[in-house]
Nanobody, 123 residues
Framework: QVHVVESGGGLVQAGGSLRLSCAVS????????VGWFRQAPGKDREFVAA????????QYSDSVKGRFTISRDNGKNTVYLQMTSLKHEDTAVYYC????????????????WGQGTQVTVFS
């Protein structure tokens, strides 16, 4: 059984920063690619960023490129999402997901999901 747990969400002023963490347990962490998604009220879940199992390849949505950075520490079974220059439109529940396949921007490609962590950006 694979467990995915997000942490690090909270309330932040526009222009500020937050770092989200995603802990994956249950199997060999380094075999999984990991993605971050988010869902704002009334909107569909959207892709944010993804990282390959080795950490050498990453992908970002256009809306966060240049502001967010995804990274992983396979020794700690954790993936991070460093968010800077936050905007009000970044407000959403952020979900982490793990896939036992090549990283992708499509939610259906991911096998295991966390419960999400709320990020609220105020002006």
């Amino acid at each position: 059984q694979v467990h995915v747990v997000e942490s690090g969400g909270g309330l932040v002023q526009a222009g500020g920063s937050l770092r989200l963490s995603c802990a994956v347990s249950g199997r060999t962490f380094s075999r999984y690619s990991v993605g971050w998604f988010r869902q704002a009220p009334g909107k569909d879940r959207e892709f944010v960023a993804a990282i390959s199992y080795s950490g050498t390849s990453t992908q970002y949505s256009d809306s966060v490129k240049g502001r967010f950075t995804i990274s992983r520490d396979n020794g700690k079974n954790t993936v991070y999402l460093q968010m800077t220059s936050l905007k009000h439109e970044d407000t959403a529940v952020y979900y982490c997901a793990a896939a036992d396949s090549v990283y992708d921007y499509i939610p259906a490609k991911y096998n295991y999901w966390g419960q999400g962590t709320q990020v609220t950006v105020f002006s």
